[in-house]
């Protein structure tokens, strides 16, 4: 079975564009969380979706968006990208919306120029 | 504020020896406790977990322990194998919050052959 996939692996921007980065969870997962991991530190929460709602969400300015599929896929928008952002992207899933254990991918590494 | 620490940025242990990795918290409301192990270019991968009634779970090599009164938890892997070497993260979460896990900094763990 196909793990947590996640697009593109990596991505260079330049300040101001915008960015979408993509997560396809295992199948069966209804839950989709999304963590910005930067460089020496953990990963911190930027959203939760489980059936395609928004059931979670950090402290992460406006400038971020996410959306889930039908198909329990999920996207992460980022607007007016800064530096700041420059950052490896984690997708996580997880049968159920309180689940006690989620499933990463590999990750986008997003660099912001 | 970091709700979850490693203090201990690495480790460096002979195979065969134990390796003890430690993780402190302040947010007395966590009831649920996890590590993720990483590799490079991978994401992290689900090691094991402790609920907060309990004070130890074993799995094998690893075990958990947690202590609720001095708000801390470590990792121990017995013995330790060179293919253990990697970064480690101490996770939690708060009751009926999904998938927001609150990450430490990680534990970079190498195990000399």
């Known amino acids: 079975d196909a793990g947590v996939t996640q697009s593109p692996t990596h991505l260079i921007k330049t300040r101001g564009q915008h960015v979408t980065l993509r997560c396809s969870p295992i199948s069966g997962h209804k839950s989709v969380s999304w963590y910005q991991q930067v460089l020496g530190q953990g990963p911190q929460f930027i959203f939760q979706y489980y059936e395609k709602e928004e059931r979670g969400r950090g402290n992460f300015p406006d400038r971020f968006s996410a959306r889930q599929f039908p198909n329990y896929s999920s996207e992460l928008n980022v607007n007016a990208l800064l530096l700041g952002d420059s950052a490896l992207y984690l997708c996580?899933?997880?049968?159920?919306?309180?689940?006690?254990?989620?499933?990463f991918g590999q990750g986008t590494r997003l660099t912001v120029v | 504020d970091q709700q979850v620490k490693q203090n201990s940025p690495s480790l460096s242990v002979q195979e065969g020896r134990i390796s003890i990795l430690n993780c402190d918290y302040t947010n007395s409301m966590f009831d649920y406790f996890l590590w993720y192990k990483k590799y490079p270019a991978e994401g992290p991968t689900f090691l094991i977990s402790?609920?907060?009634?309990?004070d130890k779970n074993e799995d094998g090599r690893f075990t958990v322990f947690l202590n609720k009164s001095a708000k801390h938890l470590s990792l121990h892997i017995v013995p330790s194998q060179p293919g253990d070497s990697a970064v480690y993260f101490c996770?939690?979460?708060?009751?009926?919050?999904?998938?927001?896990?609150?990450f430490g900094t990680g534990t970079s763990l190498t195990v000399i052959p």
């Open positions: 996580a899933s997880s049968l159920l919306s309180l689940g006690t254990e989620a499933f």
């Open positions: 402790i609920s907060s009634i309990k």
């Open positions: 996770a939690a979460k708060i009751p009926n919050t999904g998938n927001q896990f609150y």
